[in-house]
């Protein structure tokens, strides 16, 4: 159980162009989802986090307008980058989190990744 | 606030044997929860193992164990009986109840040589 999907897996686009990376708990309602950018051999930095069917809480230097989030349903949440460019490439996780209150109510399940190369 | 140290940025290992990655943290919650992730290549990030901060024994899963030592707010992750699969990069991140997200380590690269 607890599975998460990533849509897609990798994407390539050209530079000024936007892109939607979708996120999915496929066995479970998620209460709360986590967006997340890396860059290589460095750890995960937390961008926003998104509840459903309310505004997404960014991280202090995340550009709002840039990183579109979107959790329209228990089910699934969306990053658009908009107005992609070279500095945007990054490996991009998104994690689910079932429930609130009780133990492990922090424990965050992932997905596999998105890879966006922007040129 | 929280606070998750890896002070190890890579580790070699030989295969067979084990091998301990450090994690120290910093919380302010009374109840929290620790979490190994094993990261390979590929880029998935692998659950391994979770140690609550009111659990009395260490957590096990299989090769792994938590060395958890809530005085010196350690939690050191054993891998027993390395595998050339073991390489990959291991997080270590804390999860607690007030703080409502997860906060990760800096990471260490693990290499297994056969």
């Known amino acids: 159980g607890a599975v998460v999907s990533q849509h897609p897996s990798w994407v390539i686009c050209k530079s000024g162009t936007s892109v939607k990376i979708e996120c999915r708990s496929l066995?479970?309602?998620?209460?709360?989802m986590f967006w997340y950018r890396q860059f290589p051999k460095q750890s995960l930095m937390l961008m926003a986090t998104?509840?459903?069917?309310?505004?997404?809480?960014?991280e202090q230097g995340v550009e709002k307008d840039k990183f579109l989030i979107n959790h329209a349903s228990l089910t699934l949440s969306t990053l658009t980058v908009t107005s992609a460019h070279p500095e945007d490439s990054s490996f991009y996780i998104c994690?689910?989190?079932?429930?609130?209150?009780?133990?492990?109510?922090?424990?965050?399940?992932f997905g596999p990744g998105t890879r966006l190369t922007v040129t | 606030a929280q606070k998750i140290t890896q002070t190890q940025p890579g580790m070699f290992v030989q295969e067979k044997e084990a091998v301990t990655l450090d994690c120290t943290y910093d919380?302010?919650?009374?109840?929290?929860?620790l979490f190994w992730y094993k990261q390979p290549s590929s880029g998935e990030m692998i659950f391994l193992i979770y140690?609550?901060?009111?659990?009395?024994q260490n957590a096990t899963e299989g090769r792994y164990s938590l060395n958890f030592q809530k005085a010196r707010k350690s939690a050191n992750l054993v891998i027993s009986a390395s595998q050339l699969g073991d390489s990959a990069m291991y997080f270590c991140?804390?999860?607690?109840?007030?703080?409502?997200?997860?906060?990760f380590g800096q990471g260490t690269i693990l290499t297994v040589h056969p």
């Open positions: 919380t302010s919650d009374q109840s929290y929860g």
């Open positions: 140690q609550g901060s009111y659990d009395e």
């Open positions: 066995d479970f309602q998620a209460t709360t």
């Open positions: 994690s689910a989190r079932e429930r609130q209150g009780g133990a492990r109510s922090y424990e965050q399940y």
């Open positions: 991140a804390i999860g607690g109840t007030s703080y409502g997200k997860l906060t």
């Open positions: 998104s509840n459903e069917g309310s505004k997404a809480t960014y």
